[in-house]
C-alpha cells in the first residue's frame, strides 16, 4: 500500500475542519433566524439559543485543537472508561430526580443547570469501542464470527437503556452503525441478514407496540390526510421548502418557524434553510456533508493500522447516516423522528459529540509512522 504523504493528510484535515466549521456557521445563523422569537417569548432574550450554540461551537472547536496533539494511544485508552460513563449517564434517564422529559421521552440528565442527553456521548463510545474490539488479532470475526459477542454485547447493553427511555431512533443509528462495522470487518453475510430480518421483526414490533411510532408511519405515507395529528410537522416542513423556491425568501423572512413549525431551531432546521435561502441554500448543506463522507473516505483508506481505519470508518458513517435521516425527515422521505442535524441544529449534547468526532478523524489524518503517533 502506498504510503500517503504529510500534505494529503494535511489537506484532508484542513478541508475536513474548514467544511464542519461553514456547516457550524450556518448553523449558527439558522439558529438566531428559526429561535429568536421563541427566545424572547420564553426567556425575554432573542440571543438565547445562538449565544449558548456560540460557546459550545467555541468550544467544541477548541477541544478539536486539543487532539491534534494528542496521540491516538491516549484516546484508545479512553475507550473503556467512556463506555462505563455513557452507560452510567443512559440509566441515570431512568432516576427521577436526575432525568429530564420532554414529548414523553426521559432522554436527558438534568445536573443543576446542565442538561445534556447522554445518547450522543454513547455513539461515540460504541465507534471508540467496536474500533478497538474489532481491530485485535483474536477478534477475527471473518474466521471466528463468535468473536462479534462482546460487540453485540454492548450494543444489547446501550440498546436496553435507549428503548427504556424509549429513544426509538437513535437505536436504529447504534444498530445500523454497529451492523456496517460488523460487515466491513469480515462477518459472514448470512449473519448480517439474521440480524437484518430479526432487527425487522423487532421493529415491527416496537411499532405495534406504541401506538405513536404506528401513527407516524401511517402520516408518512400520507401527511395531507392527518395533518392534524402526525402529519402535521412534515406538511409544514414541505410547505417551508415550497416558500423558498430557488434563491429563498431571504433571512430572517422565515413563516413557518412563526409557530407553524415545531422544533424549527432543532430537528426542521434544515426546512427553514430552505424556506430562508432556497434551494441553493439546501444545495450547499448537501454538498458539505457528501464532500465530509468523501474526505471521510480518503482519511479511512490512508490508514495503515486496522484500528484507525476502523475508527475513521465508522465516525464519517455515523456523521453521514444521522445527517440522511434528519435531512430525509425534513424532505418527507423518512418518518418524521427526532434527531438533530450535525454541526447544524441546536443542542448542546449533539454538538460536542460530532466536534469531538471530527477533532479524532482530523487527527486520523495527521500522517505518523508509529501507532504512539
Known amino acids: ?17 474548514f467544511t464542519v466549521f461553514l456547516l457550524t456557521a450556518l448553523g449558527l445563523l439558522a439558529i438566531y433566524t428559526s429561535s429568536s422569537i421563541p427566545a424572547e417569548i420564553k426567556f425575554h432574550d432573542t440571543l438565547f439559543f445562538v449565544r449558548k450554540q456560540f460557546v459550545l461551537a467555541a468550544f467544541g472547536f ?28 443512559l440509566l441515570f434517564t431512568l432516576i427521577p430526580g436526575l432525568q429530564y422529559k420532554a414529548n414523553g421521552a426521559a432522554r436527558w440528565v438534568r445536573l443543576a443547570w446542565f442538561t445534556f442527553q447522554p445518547c450522543e456521548l454513547g455513539k461515540v463510545a460504541l465507534i471508540l469501542f467496536l474500533a478497538r474490539n474489532l481491530s485485535r488479532p483474536s477478534a477475527r470475526i471473518d474466521k471466528r464470527p463468535m468473536a462479534i459477542l462482546p460487540n453485540l454485547g454492548v450494543l ?14 437513535s437505536t436504529v443509528v447504534y444498530v445500523s452503525i454497529t451492523m456496517l462495522m460488523l460487515f466491513v470487518a469480515g462477518l459472514p453475510v448470512r449473519y448480517i441478514v439474521t440480524a437484518f430480518c430479526l432487527g425487522a421483526l423487532g421493529v415491527v ?21 392527518s395533518i392534524r395529528t402526525g402529519g402535521f410537522q412534515i406538511v409544514q416542513s414541505y410547505l417551508g421548502f415550497h416558500n423558498g423556491g430557488l434563491l429563498g425568501a431571504g433571512l430572517g423572512e422565515s413563516r413557518q418557524k412563526l409557530f407553524f413549525l415545531p422544533e424549527a ?25 457528501a464532500y465530509i463522507a468523501w474526505l471521510g473516505l480518503r482519511i479511512t ?73
Not at 434553510?273 to 432556497?278: K, V
Not at 435531512?327 to 418527507?332: D, I, P, R
Open 265 to 289: 431551531h432543532t430537528d426542521f432546521i434544515l426546512s427553514v434553510i430552505g424556506e430562508e435561502t432556497g434551494l441553493l441554500g439546501v444545495f450547499l448543506v448537501l454538498t458539505c456533508f
Open 205 to 225: 414490533a416496537a411499532i405495534l407496540h406504541a401506538p405513536y411510532r404506528l401513527a407516524r408511519i401511517t402520516s408518512f405515507l400520507d401527511p395531507w390526510e
Open 301 to 373: 483508506t490512508m490508514q495503515n493500522e486496522t484500528y484507525r481505519k476502523f475508527l475513521a470508518m465508522g465516525i464519517s458513517s455515523l456523521i453521514s447516516i444521522q445527517a440522511i435521516v434528519n435531512m430525509g425527515v425534513a424532505m418527507g422521505l423518512l418518518p418524521t423522528k427526532g434527531m438533530p442535524l450535525p454541526f447544524v441544529s441546536y443542542g448542546s449534547s449533539s454538538l460536542l459529540s460530532f466536534l469531538l468526532m471530527v477533532g479524532i478523524l482530523a487527527r486520523l489524518a495527521k500522517v505518523s509512522p508509529s501507532r504512539a503517533g
Open 62 to 89: 477548541g477541544m478539536i485543537m486539543v487532539l491534534q496533539t494528542m496521540p491516538l494511544r491516549w484516546i484508545e485508552m479512553l475507550t473503556l472508561p467512556l463506555v462505563i460513563v455513557s452507560a452510567i449517564a
Open 156 to 169: 444489547s447493553g446501550f440498546v436496553l437503556l435507549l428503548m427504556l427511555q424509549p429513544d426509538f431512533g
Open 1 to 17: 500500500m502506498e504510503t500517503p504523504s504529510v500534505s494529503e493528510g494535511r489537506f484532508y484535515r484542513n478541508a475536513l475542519l
